[in-house]
T-cell receptor
Framework: AQSVTQPDIHITVSEGASLELRCNYS??????LFWYVQSPGQGLQLLLK??????LVQGIKGFEAEFKRSQSSFNLRKPSVHWSDAAEYFC????????????FGGGTRVLVKP | EPEVTQTPSHQVTQMGQEVILRCVPI?????FYWYRQILGQKVEFLVS????????KSEIFDDQFSVERPDGSNFTLKIRSTKLEDSAMYFC?????????FGSGTRLTVV
């Protein structure tokens, strides 16, 4: 069974500082990997995804993530956060089988200090 | 890719009542999903729907839940007799060429 762990429940970062959110997954083969962002009371917006190929993927809003097979990780990074990046971030894993569901991590809430 | 539209955005219902949550995911996709997010918790898979049939369901998806695609474009989740613990945000999603697209959700409040 697939599973996702986001070790950090909360992260507080100063505006302009760098941000890294950790994600570890468990899956028997190479998975599809996703990062979603959710603002309070809102839906899930896709930041980026990894299917295959280059292990460093670029997403929207200046985010990037790196797939490391040896560490079963897919950490999300942003070099310089903006106040508007305050939100909850979810990592998710999906199997390559057609139609397979996504399994989400518990989320990391990011607070941005002025 | 086109968005997924969910209605209503917020529904309040009395315990024991039936509710129907609606999703318009665009008709030329095959795979659809419902997920649930209880306030402050993670997003949980409920059910996947492929070619007009349930292809997988979680243990949360018990007999009080059902899904339908009544007219080829709408996709509904019905909760027959709501309980307080059904209060949550419910997300519809579809799978396309670019991954999974989620709707903006329906916040269900059971009182």
């Amino acid at each position: 069974a697939q599973s996702v762990t986001q070790p950090d429940i909360h992260i507080t970062v100063s505006e302009g500082a760098s941000l890294e959110l950790r994600c570890n997954y468990s899956y028997g083969a190479t998975p599809y990997l996703f990062w979603y962002v959710q603002s309070p009371g809102q839906g899930l917006q896709l930041l980026l995804k990894y299917f295959s190929g280059d292990t460093l993927v670029q997403g929207i809003k200046g985010f990037e993530a790196e797939f490391k097979r040896s560490q079963s990780s897919f950490n999300l990074r942003k070099p310089s956060v903006h106040w508007s990046d305050a939100a909850e971030y979810f990592c998710a894993v999906g199997a390559r089988a057609a139609g397979n569901k996504l399994t989400f991590g518990g989320g990391t809430r990011v607070l941005v200090k002025p | 890719e086109p968005e997924v539209t969910q209605t209503p955005s917020h529904q309040v219902t009395q315990m024991g009542q039936e509710v129907i949550l609606r999703c318009v995911p665009i008709s030329n996709h095959l795979y659809f999903y419902w997920y649930r997010q209880i306030l402050g918790q993670k997003v949980e898979f409920l059910v996947s729907f492929y070619n007009n049939e349930i292809s997988e369901k979680s243990e949360i998806f018990d007999d009080q839940f059902s899904v339908e695609r009544p007219d080829g474009s709408n996709f509904t989740l019905k909760i027959r007799s709501t309980k307080l613990e059904d209060s949550a945000m419910y997300f519809c999603a579809r799978k396309g060429n670019y991954g999974y697209t989620f709707g903006s959700g329906t916040r269900l409040t059971v009182v």
